[in-house]
């Protein structure tokens, strides 16, 4: 069965200090994944989304990501955190090819210390 | 464009009793999805409706249905209330072609079962 994990439940950056989170899929097929941002009170907003081709993804408010297949991951990065970035993240796979019913991992919670 | 609108924000039910819970898409999207969001489970998919048809089906049990309309939008049903289903209900609507996209969410429904 599919499955997403992130194997941090929680996080704290220091604001300017680079960031990366990890995410690990079990999936059959060609995978499409997913980072998703949750800030307290806010309903869901896509980061960025891979689904082939290059394996260095570019998302909003500049994040990026890389698909290793070989490991399994798709880990999420920033290199200088802002204080607005403590929120909860999650990483996702599609559950078919429309990108549609996805399946989550449990989220990581990023706190962003000064 | 006006985004993924929910209704009620807000609900409190007694155990025994069933609810509705509505979603609008955005204009243009056909395909909804809904997720159960809680801290124990974390964000869990319960179904995804297309064109009027369940396309796909996540793994929860029969007290938990939707439907969609002929205008793409969508209510969900769970009869005979648990406490366990206590959780922030979200609705997730994407354009959901060939190769995927994005799935815009919603800001949930916190249901509260007494």
């Known amino acids: 069965a599919q499955s997403v994990t992130q194997p941090d439940i929680h996080i704290t950056v220091s604001e300017g200090a680079s960031l990366e989170l990890r995410c690990n899929y079990s999936y059959g097929a060609t995978p499409y994944l997913f980072w998703y941002v949750q800030s307290p009170g806010q309903g869901l907003q896509l980061l960025l989304k891979?689904?082939?081709?290059?394996?260095l993804v570019q998302g909003i408010k500049g994040f990026e990501a890389e698909f290793k297949r070989s490991q399994s991951s798709f880990n999420l990065r920033k290199p200088s955190v802002h204080w607005s970035d403590a929120a909860e993240y999650f990483c996702a796979v599609a559950h078919n090819q429309a990108g549609t019913a996805l399946i989550f991992g449990k989220g990581t919670t990023l706190s962003v210390s000064s | 464009k006006a985004g993924v609108t929910q209704t009620p924000r807000y609900l409190i039910k007694t155990r025994g009793q069933q609810v509705t819970l509505s979603c609008s898409p955005i204009?243009?999207?056909?395909?909804v999805s809904w997720y159960q969001q809680t801290p124990g489970q974390g964000l869990q998919f319960l179904f995804e409706?297309?064109?009027?048809?369940?396309?796909n089906k996540g793994n929860f049990p029969g007290r938990f249905s939707g439907r969609q309309f002929s205008n793409s939008r969508s209510e969900m049903n769970v009869s005979t209330l648990e406490l366990g289903d206590s959780a922030l209900y979200l609705c997730a609507s994407s354009l959901a072609g060939p190769r995927g996209g994005e799935q815009f969410f919603g800001p949930g429904t916190r249901l509260t079962v007494l």
């Open positions: 204009s243009g999207h056909r395909s």
């Open positions: 409706y297309f064109s009027e048809t369940q396309r």
């Open positions: 891979y689904f082939s081709g290059d394996t």
